[in-house]
């Protein structure tokens, strides 16, 4: 069985950078597509930012977009989320997910994932 496993959050100032890392157990990640979700406390859990498995392919939402970048490392087993430009409304709980490669694009649909990580904090503020 596939297992993820997010870290790299904690507490940063507005501006900050910070990157987190989905680390896969179980299973060759790069027969995946892997997107990073986020929830905020009272909000619901949105798509952030997702990757294809050959890496070819890559889509953002538009509130995040010129700020973060999502890679992988497949000899590593390994998805990253560079994140820059931090502010107070990225403040939520991470989490990362993979979805067994069917296509080559991928989609920031929650329904779609089947697997998830436990998440990882991330707190900007001054």
């Known amino acids: 069985q596939l297992q993820l496993v997010e870290s790299g959050g904690g507490l940063v100032q507005p501006g900050g950078s910070l990157r987190l890392s989905c680390a896969a157990t179980g299973s060759t990640l790069g027969y995946y597509a892997i997107g990073w979700f986020r929830q905020a406390p009272g909000k619901e859990r949105e798509g952030v930012s997702c990757?294809?498995?050959?890496?070819?392919?890559?889509n953002y939402a538009d509130s995040v977009k010129g700020r973060f970048t999502i890679s992988r490392d497949n000899a590593k087993n390994t998805v990253y989320l560079q994140m820059s430009s931090l502010k107070p409304e990225d403040t939520a709980v991470y989490y990362c997910?993979?979805?067994?490669?069917?296509?080559?694009?991928?989609?920031?649909?929650?329904?779609?994932?089947?697997?998830w990580g436990q998440g990882t904090q991330v707190t900007v503020s001054s």
């Open positions: 990757i294809s498995s050959s890496a070819g392919s890559t």
């Open positions: 997910a993979a979805l067994r490669a069917w296509r080559s694009s991928c989609r920031l649909h929650r329904w779609e994932y089947n697997y």
